[in-house]
């Protein structure tokens, strides 16, 4: 209720309106602007009065078939949609960001604009178009938009390193609603756009014109158990137990089990003598070493997540520190 974004699923799309989504693939941030502009004037048809709650709504793509690693991501892929997967390792503050700028007039009292206000460089005027002077001109705090803004930094999952190489990272952005949806150390799946911008530190050091990457988010959705936790009133989160499902349908979700499998676990952990299979399960081909096979084993269990009075989660992982030797073969 009163949610500023509407999740849009690609795959409903793509059979509704095939055009729309293959447009929303090659060109996603002009159709994502159409996309916002027309879910709000949806919204006010029926509800009138909702600029005064959100002055936008932003459409959130869900269930983009294709998933990319970060490694893998090229110039093929800029400018278009791309869905990747990772762990924040590093979370910036809150800001707010210019979006639209206007400004007054000190001489004539006009007001000028809206400018639009580009994320790579700073708006400027040089004449007033109503006295025709060049100022000076202050920055109207009351007639300007702004919006949040916060960056995080996405490092590839561990399990999708290949071996002997260091996990590569990327810098996400997050704007409006999107902020403070994923935590350091949390695993989360992003869809967005992959840009590039002007980076005169690259070509400094280069010696010759290097732009740097960066993904501008669209959706995001925590991983694993974190997606229970967040409310199921933010849309972009995308956390309702309807939305749950559709990703565990779509092939998303890390893990899938049914009732079956349930059934199976529950009789094992009755067995007698289940924590030595299990610790005997652990590179099988490899003789002794049982200290090391059961760090091992305690590596792959975890506790209960816990919500303390809704205001503070306590994960349930445990973290396992092991140190060894390479003769030890694991």
């Not at 799309?13 to 949806?42: G, N, Q, R, Y």
């Not at 709650?53 to 893998?72: A, C, G, K, Q, Y």
């Not at 809150?94 to 700073?122: H, I, M, R, T, W």
């Not at 091992?296 to 009075?309: E, Q, R």
């Amino acid at each position: 209720m009163n949610s500023e974004s509407l999740d849009v699923s690609y795959i409903h799309l793509l059979h509704s309106k095939a055009i729309l989504a293959l447009f929303l693939t090659a060109c996603p941030e002009e159709m994502l602007k159409i996309f916002d502009v027309v879910a709000m004037e949806a919204t006010e048809l029926h509800y009138p009065d909702y600029s005064q709650i959100h002055s936008e709504i932003h459409v959130r793509i869900t269930d983009f078939p294709t998933i990319n690693n970060l490694r893998e991501l090229r110039e093929s892929n800029l400018n278009s949609l791309v869905r990747v997967t990772g762990v924040v390792t590093r979370r910036t503050g809150v800001f707010p960001q210019l979006k639209y700028v206007k400004f007054n007039c000190l001489k004539c009292d006009a007001v000028l604009g809206p400018f639009f206000q580009d994320s790579n460089q700073e708006v400027k005027i040089s004449f007033c178009t109503n006295c025709r002077s060049r100022g000076p001109f202050v920055l109207n705090s009351e007639k300007t938009l702004y919006r949040n803004y916060q960056r995080i930094t996405l490092q590839e999952s561990p399990g999708t390193v290949p071996p002997g190489r260091l996990p590569r990272h990327k810098e996400v952005i997050l704007l409006w609603d999107l902020v403070d949806l994923a935590k350091p150390g949390e695993e989360v799946e992003v869809t967005g756009i992959y840009k590039n911008s002007y980076d005169g530190t690259l070509n400094a050091k280069n010696g010759f014109p290097v732009f740097a990457t960066v993904l501008e988010a669209n959706h995001i959705r925590r991983r694993e158990g974190a997606a229970k936790n967040s409310s199921p009133s933010n849309g972009s989160g995308s956390s309702s137990a309807t939305a749950n499902d559709a990703n565990e349908t779509n092939g998303s979700s890390p893990f899938q089990w049914t009732e079956e499998d349930e059934k199976k676990i529950r009789a094992m952990s009755r067995e007698r003598g289940i924590i030595d299979k299990i610790i005997a399960s652990m590179a099988p081909s490899i003789y002794g070493h049982k200290d090391i096979k059961t760090a091992v084993a305690c590596s792959l269990f975890g506790g209960v997540p816990k919500d303390v009075n809704g205001k503070h989660s306590i994960r349930g992982d445990i973290n396992v520190l092991l140190l060894g030797d390479p003769e030890n073969g694991l």
